[in-house]
């Protein structure tokens, strides 16, 4: 079932792009077919698969079962994926230009599919250039001058990633003959104490660093989002980013690495990324700036949880669970955010705060999601937030590192500065002259808001049967 | 050190080495745009040959060949995006040199 | 390893550092193809012909023509400006010859504990054509997307950019 992930999307660019614009316009809604089929498959996971099916699934070499950190990606890249394009669908009207994103959006979707579902380096590098390459084309889609700057730093600075990513590979490869996950684990264990090792895992996760926007390699991200339509800039924030670091992180390190090595290090990462984003968080006057920035601090709470679970133990396992669970959390929140700025801009033009204000008379049911939204990734219960950081907190209090869990606590007030800032300088007070015209968003924008603030009030809420189904069996599954 | 190989992988590595050092400084240092893509393009031939050259000294010629060959393609495609982009940059403000494009400050 | 490795070795870096430094951006170019032609005859000694091969006909034919024709769209710099451009630009490379003979001094003389593993037995696939079309077929489909990718940036970024600045 899973390499339809991989092929339907390929198909689905070839079928689109028939001489003779016979399926073109099916464009978008072949792109949200398959992800809404992307979301089901991750929920319910059918085990039975046809014969022909299972043939291609030998072909593709992808019939180790999937754990749940692939299973919560997928939801993730389905989820954001449908975001972005109902989000796409309203602020883009040009039928060319539709066409030609929904087809970059096939590749952005297959290519992300692929990172998550190898279990090859290589391959794992191949499919992470096919992200980028789909980012590339999409962050510079607007035609605009900076959202074609935007795009060239973000390429630079990822095909230096890039770069020290293979140089990795290619000395895990060196001693492992092969560039599979198991082959390269095994050569780790049995060669622990060589130098060439030791820079290769180095190299390679200052790679995945880059790629992931963490300090001290952020320069590109929030250029990167600011510069991006907004169709597009929910899809960065939400998947993209995640799926090229953070989640080859996580891969390698419980795949490949092992977590204790570079346990000191994934803490001292995640706390400078925690602290750096969200100071300078207070300081932007741009709406998308701000939300990229609050990225940076976001992902360095994932980080610092995978760090945590390096220190091994049940304060370990609560880590990684933690980091995973906050992985969602932040997907789902801050898409919201980024869908709330989309619909700001479609309404007012612009993302500069300094000129907005009052608009929560004008525009409710942005102004709710967004303080739901808000008030989430601020840790307020009982939204899905709390929980996700609460769980990392006591995971750090329980492994001893009591420094980094205060420094958690301390990171989250200054998040609810920013995020309060926000909604006071955007939503609060009385309507401003120029705004009085402004309406509510359009329909499909409404729709993506009102359903990811239900899913984190929902989340949030029925915590006990998430813990349950959700994070109990992540807890065990390593 | 006493693998017969070493003193092939010492030269050519330290080649590796040396021509990724000249690839880096010449990302960092530059301001012209296309320079900038020829030093990607020095330090994606620095890691091919570092992979052809793991490849070799761990006997597996085959597969390294076959890893390089699709590092090629990817290549390729990635130097097709960066020269778009670049004329793209190049058409709408006149400029190839990073100093005149700086509009995105904070 | 005998004299025409290091011979080769040195003939890369050079010619690497020449393409960085070098004025014109046409030279740059040409140096790039260089660069890739030593590249290829490395392969050939190291025992990876096809590669070498590929190497050949897209590094240093495809890519410096793709370069080439995006430099000719591009407009001459005034007359004016060049020398003191060049002379920016040379203040700015000229610690990199420096650099490189340090780190040729330093990496030379200092003995790092680098260790290679030891042989690791025969090749279980050795038919590189096996290897790229059965073994890895992952890797080829996403190296068809990434073509298209490529193809519609083309599309995207390069026609319909109006020539407004012309």
């Not at chain 1, 977590?259 to 925690?274: E, R």
């Not at chain 2, 010492?10 to 030093?39: E, S």
């Not at chain 3, 060049?86 to 990199?96: A, D, G, M, S, V």
């Amino acid at each position: 079932m899973r390499s339809l992930l991989i092929l339907l999307p390929l198909a689905g660019l070839i079928l689109l792009n028939l001489p003779g614009g016979l399926l073109a316009g099916l464009a978008l809604p072949a792109v949200a077919a398959l992800a809404i089929f992307e979301i089901v498959l991750a929920v319910y996971l059918p085990t039975a698969a046809f014969p022909a099916l299972e043939q291609v699934q030998q072909l593709l070499h992808l019939s180790t079962p999937l754990d749940s950190l692939a299973r919560v990606l997928l939801l993730s890249i389905g989820i954001v994926m449908l975001a972005s394009l109902l989000v796409l669908h309203a602020t883009v009207k040009a039928q060319r230009r539709r066409f030609n994103v929904a087809n970059v959006l096939l590749i952005s979707l297959m290519g992300m599919n692929g990172v998550v579902l190898v279990h090859d380096l290589f391959s794992l590098y191949v499919f992470l250039e096919v992200t980028s390459v789909a980012s590339f084309v999409l962050i510079a889609s607007s035609g605009e001058d900076t959202g074609l700057e935007g795009a060239f730093k973000y390429l630079v600075l990822s095909a230096v990633a890039t770069v020290l990513m293979l140089s990795g590979v290619a000395m895990m490869f060196l001693f492992a003959g092969s560039t599979d996950f198991s082959a390269v684990a095994a050569a780790l264990q049995n060669n622990s104490g060589q130098l060439l090792l030791k820079i290769a895992i180095g190299t390679f996760g200052c790679g995945l660093l880059i790629k992931g926007g963490l300090v001290p390699f952020h320069g590109w991200l929030p250029d990167a989002y600011q510069s991006a339509p907004a169709a597009i800039s929910v899809l960065l924030a939400g998947v993209v980013t995640k799926v090229s670091g953070i989640y080859a992180l996580f891969r390698l390190g419980i795949s490949v690495v092992g977590l204790q090595t570079f346990s000191p290090v994934l803490l001292a990462v995640g706390a400078l990324s925690m602290v750096v984003g969200a100071l300078l968080a207070l300081r932007q006057n741009s709406l998308k700036r701000l939300l990229a920035y609050s990225s940076v601090s976001q992902v360095g709470y994932i980080v610092l949880g995978l760090g945590c679970a390096g220190m091994g133990g049940p304060a370990g396992k609560l880590g990684l669970a933690a980091a995973i669970f906050h992985l969602f959390n932040h997907t789902i929140f801050k898409t919201l955010l980024f869908v709330n700025s989309a619909a700001l801009e479609q309404r007012t033009g612009t993302s500069d705060m300094s000129v907005m204000g009052g608009l929560g008379s004008r525009m409710p049911i942005t102004s709710t999601s967004s303080a739901i939204a808000a008030l989430s990734i601020a840790g307020i219960p009982p939204l899905s937030g709390f929980w996700s950081k609460l769980l990392l907190i006591i995971a750090l209090w329980q492994a001893g590192l009591y420094a980094y869990a205060s420094l958690a606590v301390f990171v989250s007030v200054l998040t609810l500065a920013y995020m309060l800032t926000v909604q006071r300088r955007v939503f609060f007070g009385k309507c401003r002259e120029d705004l009085l015209s402004a309406r509510e968003a359009s329909g499909g924008i409404v729709l993506v808001e009102a359903a990811l603030a239900l899913v984190i009030i929902g989340v949030g809420v029925l915590m006990p049967y998430v813990m349950n189904s959700f994070l109990l069996p992540l807890k065990g599954g390593f | 050190m006493n693998n017969p190989n070493w003193p092939i992988f010492a030269i050519f590595g330290l080649g590796v080495v040396l021509t990724l050092g000249v690839g880096f400084y010449c990302v960092m240092v530059t301001r012209n745009l296309i320079r900038a893509l020829i030093g990607l393009e020095v330090l994606t031939k620095a890691v091919t040959l570092l992979l052809v050259l793991c490849g070799y000294v761990a006997g597996r010629m085959a597969l390294a060949q076959t890893l390089a060959i699709t590092l090629i393609v990817v290549e390729v495609a990635v130097m097709v995006v960066a020269v778009s982009l670049f004329l793209g940059i190049f058409r709408r403000t006149g400029s190839i040199r990073s100093t005149d494009i700086q509009n995105l400050k904070g | 390893m005998n004299a025409l490795d290091v011979v080769l070795v040195a003939a890369l870096v050079v010619s690497a550092t020449m393409t960085v430094m070098t004025a014109r951006l046409l030279r740059a170019v040409i140096g790039l193809a260089i660069t890739s032609a030593i590249l290829t005859m490395i392969m050939f000694r190291l025992a990876a012909p096809i590669a070498g091969v590929f190497e050949l006909s897209v590094c240093a034919g495809l890519i410096p023509a793709i370069f080439i024709s995006a430099i000719g769209l591009t407009r001459r710099l005034a007359a004016e400006e060049l020398p003191a451009r060049q002379q920016e630009r040379l203040r700015r490379f000229w610690p990199l010859p420096v650099l490189l003979v340090l780190a040729i001094i330093v990496l030379t003389q200092w003995p790092l504990p680098i260790g290679l593993p030891d042989s690791q037995g025969p090749e279980p696939v050795t038919d590189l054509s096996t290897l790229l079309w059965n073994a890895r077929p992952a890797d080829l489909l996403a190296q068809v997307a990434l073509l298209l990718g490529g193809a519609f940036a083309v599309v995207m970024l390069v026609k319909n950019v109006g020539r407004e600045h012309e």
